[in-house]
């Protein structure tokens, strides 16, 4: 699980994995969410503008590669 520090009060999803390095831009980032790629705390996501608190968790399923991240 990789740990994402933020100074706001929340981050957006599609941000989120953009900041996280997972995706090359936001329209690679929103065609993750759309594909169904994306978890948020355990449950499906299909909202990129969803908003991320610290201790909100996302799992991106790229196939071979997953991630796991934690908003802190």
Do not use: C, H
């Not at 981050?11 to 390095?21: E, P, V, W, Y």
């Amino acid at each position: 699980m990789t740990e994402i520090k933020i100074n706001t009060p929340f981050i957006k999803l599609d941000q989120l994995i953009k900041f996280a390095g997972i995706s090359f831009d936001g329209a690679e980032a929103k065609e993750m969410v759309k594909l169904g790629m994306v978890k948020v705390n355990g449950e499906p996501e299909d909202r990129r503008g969803r908003k991320m608190y610290p201790g909100d968790t996302a799992f991106i399923d790229l196939g071979e590669e997953k991630f796991e991240l934690k908003v802190v």
